[in-house]
C-alpha cells in the first residue's frame, strides 16, 4: 500500500450549511461536486462532505453519534496567522473549543470544531517548516 | 484560511500495534516520531498516530468511543490494485468490512477498518486520474 491518502471525508448533516462553512474560510468547491457531495481540493488530495448516514453505511461502521477518534490541522507560517484563521472559523459558525496558546510541544495553535463537530487544530510549528504550496515535509 | 490539510490523525489505544499495523502494510515511520506518537509522510501532509485520550482532550471534544463522521481513502490505479491492498490490510491485522465490489459511483472499491476501527476505504475511480506521484487532481 503506497505511502498516501486520497480523500478524507466528513460526515455531516446538512450538507449546504457544512459546505457554505468551508466557502465561507475561503475554500472552493471542485464543479465535481454535485447536490449530495461536496469536493474540496486540498494539497494532492481531496476533502469530501456527505451525508454521515450515507458514510457509515458505505464505510461499513456504526455511527456512534459523536467524535470517533480523528483530528485534522492546517498549519500556519506564523502564530499571527493562527489567531487570524480561528477568527475567521468562528465567524463563518465554528465553534472555537481551544482558545490559542502556546503548546506543550513547542508551537502555538488552537482548535475549532465546523458545524458537524469535527475538530481542526490550527498550528504554527516552529518544528515543521511549510514548503511554498503549503505542504509539510517531515525528516526522513 | 488556506486549502489545505496540514494533517490527520488517528487516535490509537495500543501506539505499538497501531504503528505496526502501518508499518506491516509498507509504511515507514518518520525519524520524528516518539515513543508517544507515529508520524507518517503521506504526500504533502502527515498522517499522525497518538493516544485516543489525549487526542481528545487536546482536541477539545468528548470521545463517543466509537466511529465519528470521518472515514479516509487511498485510490490505487486498477481494479486488481484494490483487491492485493485489502487483503494486505487484513493480514497485517486490520479487518475487511465491506468485500471490493463495483460501486454505485461507477468506480470499485472496498472497505478496511485499522486495529483501531479507522475505516479505509480503498478505491480505484475512473473519473479521478492519479498523478505520478499518487496525487488527485480534481477538475477546477
Known amino acids: 500500500m503506497e505511502q498516501r491518502i486520497s480523500m478524507v471525508t466528513l460526515g455531516v448533516t446538512d450538507l449546504a450549511r457544512s459546505r457554505s462553512f468551508y466557502e465561507q474560510i475561503g475554500w472552493r468547491p471542485s464543479g465535481d461536486s454535485t447536490e449530495d457531495v ?4 486540498v494539497g494532492g488530495l481531496v ?5 454521515r448516514e450515507d458514510l457509515a453505511a458505505d464505510s461499513g461502521v456504526a455511527d456512534s453519534g459523536g467524535w470517533g477518534g480523528v483530528t485534522l490541522a492546517h498549519n500556519v ?11 475567521a472559523a468562528g ?4 465553534e472555537v473549543v481551544r482558545e490559542p496558546a502556546e ?3 513547542g508551537g502555538y495553535s ?3 470544531v465546523d458545524p458537524d463537530g469535527h475538530p481542526w487544530e490550527v498550528a504554527y510549528n516552529p518544528g515543521w517548516e511549510l514548503t511554498e504550496d503549503g ?3 517531515l525528516p526522513e
Not at 465567524?91 to 465554528?94: E, L, M, N, P
Request: charged content about 15%; aromatic content about 18%; glycine content about 18%.
Open 110 to 112: 488552537g482548535v475549532f
Open 47 to 51: 476533502l469530501g462532505l456527505w451525508g
Open 38 to 41: 461536496a469536493f474540496f481540493q
Open 135 to 137: 505542504s509539510v515535509r
Open 103 to 105: 503548546t506543550f510541544w
Open 91 to 94: 465567524r463563518a459558525g465554528g
Open 77 to 87: 507560517r506564523t502564530t499571527g496567522e493562527v489567531d487570524v484563521v480561528l477568527a
